[in-house]
Every structure is written in structure tokens, then in C-alpha cells.
């Protein structure tokens, strides 16, 4: 397995690509993860493969983007799509990728990285776990506001998107995100992103995580 080349994906490979992380984290990885693998999407370029005998049997993905804290903006590597065919496990094609892709990480400048996982598989790599959890408890008396309504981000428009992300970019600390994929970012991982309006006026945006049943980023305009 050593003689195994890590090589970048083509745009010929996102039909087997789709289908090894299908199988290997049992999701519809398109719905999960539209940020990368939409259809509508170009992002082969980020994912790094290895084949045997002409079949893809391992990969892995890194994107680089910017982290804005205050005033300074940092550049982080985003590892993620590690995995590798059931076949070819207990080999070291993992091991090889992380090298691989923490050879990239350096060599592009990044400042640090993040990677989704398993903390006991990836703190050989020097990956250390780190979260940041808001716990807030509301009376179920308390009055609702009847002009509060919420609208699905898939039903919204380019005008919610634009305040959204208006809003999101108002934080002291925050990862860059475009226009075009600011909704993919948050309803990745089978989450719901929903507008905030009052009356007929967008104020905000929340992302709610049914499995764990969080809300994972909530927006709102503070009028103070």
C-alpha cells in the first residue's frame, strides 16, 4: 500500500467520490454537505484521492478560507471527507492522508485548521477538541410575539440573504462566507436554516440542529 499516490480529483471523479463518502458515512452526502457536493457545484478541486487499480479507495478534502477575528483575518485549512473503503482500512492510507494533508496546510500558510471527528483518531495528528456551547433556558409563559415568523432559508430571497449575511459578518469572530453559499453553509449536516421576520421584515436567521435539538447560530437585529 505504500506505492499508493494521493493525487487531485477531477471533475470525472464526483460520481465515485459521492459514492465512497455515501457509503462510508451512510448519508446522502449531497443533502448533507451541499457546500461541496451539490450538483450545481465545482468542488472536486478540493478533494485529494487515492486509487488502486483505477478505483478511488480513499479520500479526502481540504478547503482554505478566511477566519476574521476583529481586526486581523487568519487563513485555515478545513479538513474534512476523511474517509477510507472498508477494504483497503487498517493500512495506513489514512495515516498517509493526514500527512499529506498537513504537508498542504504548511505549505499554503494556513494559520490552523479544523477537522470534524473522532477525537481518539485524530489527536495523533495534534488535533485537540474545541467547542463553544451557549445554554439558555425560557419560560414556557413567556408571551411569543405574534408578528415573529420564521421562513425556511430554502423559501427566502436574495434580500434575506443579503441582511443575513450582513448580520452574520457583524460578529467579532466568524469564517467567511459568499453570498451564493451562504445557505449550503448553513443547513449543512441535515440542519435547518430559517429567516427570522417580523411582519413582513427580515430581522435575522437561525440554524436548528434536529438531531441534537440546538440552535446553532441565531442572528437577530439588536435595535437597541
Request: hydrophobic letters at 35%.
Amino acid at each position: 500500500m505504500n506505492d499508493l499516490k494521493i493525487e487531485i480529483a477531477q471533475d470525472q471523479d464526483a460520481d465515485e467520490i459521492i459514492k465512497l463518502v455515501n457509503l462510508c458515512f451512510e448519508k446522502d452526502m449531497v443533502k448533507s454537505v451541499p457546500v461541496l457536493y451539490n450538483e450545481n457545484k465545482n468542488r472536486m478541486k478540493n478533494h485529494y484521492i487515492i486509487k488502486e487499480d483505477d478505483k478511488i479507495v480513499a479520500i479526502f478534502c481540504l478547503l482554505c478560507r478566511d477566519l476574521v477575528c476583529l481586526e486581523d483575518t487568519l487563513k485555515i485549512g478545513e479538513i474534512g471527507s476523511v474517509c477510507v473503503h472498508k477494504d483497503y482500512r487498517n493500512q495506513g492510507l489514512m495515516q498517509q492522508m493526514l500527512n499529506y494533508a498537513n504537508k498542504l496546510l504548511r505549505e499554503q500558510n494556513c494559520d490552523m485548521a479544523f477537522l470534524s471527528g473522532k477525537y481518539e483518531r485524530y489527536h495523533h495528528f495534534l488535533y485537540e477538541s474545541s467547542n463553544q456551547c451557549y445554554y439558555v433556558s425560557y419560560s414556557a409563559s413567556r408571551n411569543i410575539n405574534p408578528d415573529i415568523h420564521f421562513c425556511k432559508m430554502e423559501d427566502g430571497n436574495n434580500e434575506y440573504v443579503d441582511y443575513s449575511l450582513t448580520l452574520y459578518e457583524q460578529s467579532e469572530l466568524y469564517i467567511k462566507r459568499t453570498k451564493k453559499d451562504f445557505i449550503d453553509n448553513c443547513i449543512q449536516w441535515c440542519k435547518e436554516g430559517y429567516f427570522i421576520l417580523h411582519q413582513s421584515h427580515i430581522i435575522g436567521y437561525l440554524v436548528y440542529f434536529p438531531l441534537e435539538n440546538e440552535i446553532e447560530e441565531i442572528k437577530v437585529e439588536d435595535k437597541k
